[in-house]
T-cell receptor, first 113, second 114 residues
Framework: SQQGEEDPQALSIQEGENATMNCSYK?????LQWYRQNSGRGLVHLIL?????REKHSGRLRVTLDTSKKSSSLLITASRAADTASYFC?????????????FGTGTRLQVTL | NAGVMQNPRHLVRRRGQEARLRCSPM?????VYWYRQLPEEGLKFMVY????????ESGMPKERFSAEFPKEGPSILRIQQVVRGDSAAYFC????????????FGSGTRLTVV
């Protein structure tokens, strides 16, 4: 299965701290993406990193990709209570055409005041 | 630009009835994807469609489930003779044509089978 596995399953931190989530996958990919899901809502696309990229930043988000280890990490700096959500990584394969996203199991982040 | 619109938001069906879930993709997007999510779990891929074509249905159960994306109108995910195990949140996403890129998700339809 291509499905990613995220680690940890749940993470609880205080506001202002950094949160790091990890994702591992199994096969070669075209790109890896991170999404956020607030409770009971749809997913929101956060950031995409291509297989030839190693690091990408967007605001308080930093994503790394290590294709040799088939792993990625998402770092949220200076976390806020509003960052409380589930975070999913998703991979797209090297198929030559637009292909489906395969999602990981998610990390539930709780940011407390 | 209204984004991906799914309706209904909540759907209750008795066992044995049919459920129809609708998804209108974002304007300009020609690719539609359906996913199912059980409580506290990730999203499981069901089907990938373009207008009038099913591209990948490897995640669809072999029986009772079907999907379409007609030339005109929304994409429809149809579940016949629903069972309690079909209770889940069903999410639709869309993307523009081309290779690779982020999806835009709808808010989902929460199906409850009683």
């Amino acid at each position: 299965s291509q499905q990613g596995e995220e680690d940890p399953q749940a993470l609880s931190i205080q506001e202002g701290e950094n949160a790091t989530m990890n994702c591992s996958y199994k096969t070669s990919i075209n790109n890896l993406q991170w999404y956020r899901q607030n409770s009971g809502r749809g997913l929101v696309h956060l950031i995409l990193i291509r297989s030839n990229e190693r690091e990408k930043h967007s605001g308080r988000l930093r994503v790394t990709l290590d294709t040799s280890k088939k792993s990625s990490s998402l770092l949220i700096t200076a976390s806020r209570a509003a960052d409380t959500a589930s975070y999913f990584c998703a991979t797209q394969l090297n198929t030559g055409t637009a292909s489906k996203l395969t999602f990981g199991t998610g990390t539930r982040l709780q940011v407390t005041l | 630009n209204a984004g991906v619109m799914q309706n209904p938001r909540h759907l209750v069906r008795r066992r044995g009835q049919e459920a129809r879930l609708r998804c209108s993709p974002m304007k300009g997007h020609s690719h539609v994807y359906w996913y199912r999510q059980l409580p506290e779990e990730g999203l499981k891929f069901m089907v990938y469609l373009q207008k009038e074509n099913i591209i990948d249905e490897s995640g669809m159960p072999k029986e009772r489930f079907s999907a379409e994306f007609p030339k005109e109108g929304p994409s429809i995910l149809r579940i016949q003779q629903v069972v309690r195990g079909d209770s889940a949140a069903y999410f639709c996403a869309s993307s523009p044509a081309g290779q690779g890129g982020g999806y835009t998700f709808g808010s989902g339809t929460r199906l409850t089978v009683v």
